[in-house]
């Protein structure tokens, strides 16, 4: 993935006298339509590589945020990973995580609100992904979603 720093703990899970800092708020209820490279920008796949906002090359690439009910569509800035072979493709991009999100891969990110509540739904009753993602799935369907949820294997990686 190419968020690499710690999600925060949802409030629910945080122990009494803890600074409910420490814990996650939820304010990117609805994120920007440009999700930018930020100081934290690396590689997936060559996690030693970062970039700097204000990098020559930057390229939009159009991406997906999974949410509780629906999809939505947005633009994030990346970058071509110089470490790749000239004819491969690879990119840096934002964490995300100040937001929220969670990027899995640059095309797809996971709100940190979402995963709360499989987390969430996991310590009530034990919950297969394969139970829990198809309830998301119907939930996707009932509000319209544009796309459907991820594929169990894919929650699972996430």
Same mark, same amino acid.
Not at 3 to 28: I, Q
Not at 101 to 118: A, K, P, R, T, V
């Given at each position: 993935?190419?968020?690499?720093?710690?999600?925060?703990?949802?409030?629910?899970?945080?122990?009494?006298?803890?600074?409910?800092?420490?814990?996650?708020?939820?304010?990117?209820?609805?994120?920007?339509?440009?999700?930018?490279?930020?100081?934290?920008?690396?590689?997936?796949?060559?996690?030693?590589?970062?970039?700097?906002?204000?990098?020559?090359?930057?390229?939009?690439?159009?991406?997906?945020? #999974? +949410? @509780?009910?629906? !999809?939505?569509?947005?633009?994030?800035?990346?970058?071509?990973?110089?470490?790749?072979?000239?004819? &491969?493709?690879?990119?840096?991009?934002?964490?995300?995580?100040?937001?929220?999100?969670?990027?899995?891969?640059?095309?797809?990110?996971?709100?940190?609100?979402?995963?709360?509540?499989?987390?969430?739904? #996991? +310590? @009530?009753?034990? !919950?297969?992904?394969?139970?829990?993602?198809?309830?998301?799935?119907?939930?996707?369907?009932?509000? &319209?979603?544009?796309?459907?949820?991820?594929?169990?294997?894919?929650?699972?990686?996430?």
């Amino acid at each position: 993935s190419v968020s690499y720093h710690t999600v925060p703990l949802p409030v629910w899970v945080a122990l009494p006298g803890k600074d409910s800092r420490d814990s996650l708020a939820h304010t990117a209820l609805c994120p920007p339509a440009l999700l930018a490279l930020e100081a934290s920008s690396r590689c997936a796949w060559h996690p030693q590589i970062t970039v700097m906002p204000g990098h020559q090359g930057i390229k939009p690439l159009e991406c997906t945020i #999974y +949410t @509780l009910t629906c !999809t939505l569509d947005r633009v994030m800035q990346v970058v071509r990973c110089t470490s790749f072979p000239a004819r &491969g493709w690879c990119s840096c991009g934002p964490d995300l995580g100040t937001l929220g999100l969670f990027n899995y891969n640059n095309h797809s990110m996971l709100m940190h609100d979402l995963l709360d509540e499989y987390t969430s739904a #996991y +310590t @009530l009753a034990e !919950t297969p992904f394969s139970m829990w993602t198809q309830g998301v799935v119907r939930r996707y369907m009932i509000h &319209g979603s544009s796309r459907p949820f991820v594929s169990v294997e894919v929650f699972h990686n996430v």
